[in-house]
Structures are given as C-alpha cells and as structure tokens.
C-alpha cells in the first residue's frame, strides 16, 4: 500500500543522514593537515559529488561501486583492529554490563543495523537468479553471518580497547597524530560516497514508482524530472544530516521507532497472514515464533522509544 511504502521511506532517509559522519572523517583529517572548517561546510561541499554519483539510474552499473567500497571497508577495518590490538588493555579493566537504562540505546542501534533490507530485497528483485538468495546456504545468509561476525568482532574488542570512552564513530578514538590513523577516516569517508547511490536506491525507486511515475511516463521530460527528484533526495539528505547535531540518540530513535514494528513485528504478521492456518508447522511452531516475535517488537517499541526520546530531551538541556 502507499501507507507501507511511505513507512518504508522513514528508516531510509534516517539511513541516509549517517553519511554525515562522511563530514565528520573529512573534517577530522582536513583540521590537521589543512584547515579548521565547520562540519556543516564540510557536508556542503561535498553535496554536489554526492549529487553526481546519485545520477546513476541502474543498479548493476552500481555493484562495482558496491564492490569496491567493501574492499575498502576491510582495509579500513583491518587499520582500526590494528589501533585497537595495540596496548589493548585487559578485559577485567571494563564493566561486564551496562546500565539498564543504556538498553534502549543498544536496542535502537542494533536495529538500525537492519536498514539495509530495503536495500536487500530491491537486490532480490534484480538477481539473475533470484532463488540462490534464501535458503540456509543463500547468499543472504552468508553475506549476514558475516556482517554480524563483523559487528561482535569490532563492537567487543572495541569496548575493551576503549571503554566509556568509545565515541559513536570508533575511527574518532584513532589517535589524531598518525597519519595511518587518520586515513581511515578518509577510507571510509570513500566508502560511504561511493555506496551512496546504492542506498538511494530504494527511497528513489518507491518515491517514483508510486507518486511521480504515473504523472509523468508519458511526458517528453520523463528523464528530468526523475533527475530533479534524484537531486532533491539528496538535498533532503544533506539538510537531515546537518541538521541532527546529536547522530548517536537519533539513530536509536528511529531504530526503536521504525525498525521493531517494520524489521521484527511486521514480518511476523505477514508470515501468519501467508501461512495461515494450515501451513503453520509441526504444533504450530512458526505462529508462536512469530508471536514471540510480534510481543518483541512491540515491547521495543515502546520501552525504545520512550528511553530514547528522554535521553534526547536530556541532551538538549
């Protein structure tokens, strides 16, 4: 429906404003070797990059970019695990648990690590072989079991290394004097540039396919107008970006907001909806998973979005 198509809008343009954290390795690198500007100057001037790399209309021209950016992203990652194995202090130094009232922040930020199935599922569509996705050897299972490793991997040791003290970006902790530190801020500054396009994907594909394509398939300008709608997501991208000054709280509100109805609870209800009621398994095993799963979501909906929005309320004041 429009309804569930513009839902899925609102996790999307969210993921899209962590490319100011782009800004933010630019200016950590420019500040030391060039000159001091502010962040909000750093995002402007890279708009018009970002609106070039946006033109791209076909998602196969952008799996090179795709490619690439994950190589880099090892390398990048790679560079951290080094600074953080070096002098790691030992693991009877930190808490073993967290504050419970912290949960929120976890919950909200794991979640908004499940952004990319919008991306994911518009990548089904245009497989050439659709159904080597799923499955238990799919590659949507090989590529996920790698990222979580990838996630627990650098999330743990890098707690270790760098306790409280870890900032929202773990490539801010890096030492500011070396050089090798400091260019990985500008690996992953490249990264996030180059995948840009990829992650615009979707929002660009719901937004003109449901409310432009119908007004204008038959017009002469077809193509410009889908070029100013291409442009004017990325300004909405860059005046998001610019104008959350606090990223970190804000990533966990629309993760507890937007992603425990529509990453957990909404495909739960979809799956009774296609199974029901007699394709629900042995004693009905995937209606109670599914249950559970709907009573999770719900749970982190409402504690998430609550906590959240507190702890923002308390950062501004």
């Not at 660009?204 to 017009?219: A, G, L, P, R």
Request: aromatic share 14%; net charge neutral.
């Amino acid at each position: 429906t429009d309804c569930g198509r513009f839902y899925d809008l609102i996790p999307t343009r969210h993921l899209l404003c962590i490319h100011c954290l782009r800004a933010t390795n630019v200016k950590q690198v420019a500040d030391i070797y060039w000159t001091v500007l502010d962040v909000r100057i750093w995002s402007l001037i890279l708009l018009l990059p970002l609106i070039a790399i946006n033109m791209i209309r076909n998602l196969k021209l952008l799996a090179p970019f795709s490619q690439g950016a994950n190589i880099i992203t090892f390398v990048g990652i790679s560079i951290v695990m080094y600074y953080v194995f070096r002098d790691i202090p030992p693991m009877s130094t930190r808490e073993y648990a967290g504050e419970l009232r912290n949960f929120s922040l976890f919950f909200g930020t794991t979640l908004f690590a499940l952004e990319a199935v919008g991306v994911i599922i518009a990548l089904e569509n245009n497989m050439q072989t659709p159904k080597s996705f799923g499955g238990y050897t799919g590659v949507l299972n090989k590529g996920m079991t790698v990222i979580v490793l990838l996630y627990v991997f650098v999330g743990f040791f890098g707690y270790i290394k760098y306790g409280p003290a870890c900032l929202g970006s773990i490539t801010l902790n890096l030492p500011s004097e070396e050089i090798l530190a400091q260019s990985v801020n500008v690996i992953f500054a490249v990264a996030i540039f180059i995948t840009y396009a990829l992650q615009c994907y979707v929002p660009v594909e719901i937004i003109w396919s449901t409310y432009m394509k119908k007004k204008y398939e038959h017009s002469e300008h077809k193509l410009f107008y889908e070029y100013i709608m291409r442009i004017c997501v990325v300004i909405v991208t860059f005046l998001l970006a610019v104008a959350i000054p606090r990223l970190g709280l804000f990533i966990s509100l629309f993760g507890a907001l937007c992603l425990s109805a529509l990453g957990i609870a909404f495909p739960a209800i979809i799956e009774i909806c296609v199974l029901w009621p007699d394709n629900l398994g042995k004693f009905n095993y995937v209606l109670w998973r599914d249950l559970l799963l709907i009573l999770f979501g719900i749970v982190g909906l409402v504690v998430g979005t609550g906590t959240a929005l507190m702890d923002i309320i308390t950062s501004f004041q």
